[in-house]
């Protein structure tokens, strides 16, 4: 076993078959097939099981991939520690909310692109759950995520307010009318992201506190899905304040503010505690905080 089979062995997995892997190494299939045949030989078991439609890993290779993953992140560090002269470059990966990417970053990461021009940016969207994830398998060095953060092995900081806010038709005018409306029997459904999202957990949670446990979900992979469906009148959600805005301004749905300041959602940047920070990722947290305060 060497580092480069691992490596071999970790973009198969990811990317579930052999010849979206090879593409992605930019190298040919049969080197792909070749490297990973000699790892099982290695090993004397196999590591995946092979499939008319790619490859899934086997219980041997379900345990193989998170070392496989560290080993590529530790030649990764070494290497950064090396060649490292403080001047951001090389590729950093960020994770971030949909909701936060599409809102609060595209004026971040212009800046950004500009003062540390050469850094690609790699960025990975989804749930808080699967960004929480991520970080700590090290496929991202951080990610913006929705508070509070225990986890031992995460440094969170802290970089914005959100207020969430119940979102419906347009011709839904209060925020009473909204519960007397997912109270009633006629068609109206809750429109959230996937499962592990934050605000998804925030809008069940404020259904179980008004016994509204029977209103039926529509899960969605994308927020322009959400709005689109909630100003066609199919059913209201829990999103940000800033992220509705302008279509209330527009006169195409309505925003309810929730009592008592329960709509604030802190948003955090997390990395993991034993990382090592490339100049990089230094250089967008300091940009970030500079941003958001």
Known sequence: MNSADLMFFAAVAEAGGITRAAAALNTVQSNVTGRIR?????????????????????????????????VARLL???????????????????????????????????????ACAEVNIDLELG??????TAVLDRRVEGAFVSGPVNQDDLVAVPVLKEELVLVSEAK??????????????????????????????????????????HVPKMEFGTLD???????????????????????????????????????IAQTMLVYRKDSLLTAAFKHFLEQACATFA
């Open 127 to 132: 749930p808080t759950e699967a960004l929480l």
């Open 172 to 213: 839904v005018q209060t925020y009473n009318e909204v519960v007397a409306m997912l109270a009633s029997k006629r068609e109206v459904r809750v429109l959230v992201f996937r499962t592990g999202c934050t605000y998804r957990q925030r809008l069940e949670s404020f259904l179980v506190t008004h016994g509204l446990m």
């Open 225 to 263: 899905g959400i709005l689109g469906c909630i100003e066609a009148g199919m059913g209201m959600s829990m999103l940000p304040r800033a992220v509705a805005a302008p279509l209330q301004e527009a006169g195409r749905v309505s925003i309810h503010a929730l009592p008592e300041g329960a709509g």
């Open 38 to 70: 000699a790892l099982e030989q290695s090993l004397h078991t196999p590591l995946f099981y092979r499939e008319s439609r790619g490859v899934s890993l086997t219980k041997a290779g379900q345990r193989l991939l998170p070392y496989a993953r560290q």
């Open 76 to 114: 990764s560090d070494a290497e950064q520690a090396v060649l490292s002269d403080e001047i951001p470059r090389g590729t950093l990966r960020l994770g971030s909310m949909e909701t936060t990417a599409g809102l609060r970053l595209p004026k971040l990461l212009a800046s950004y692109a500009s």
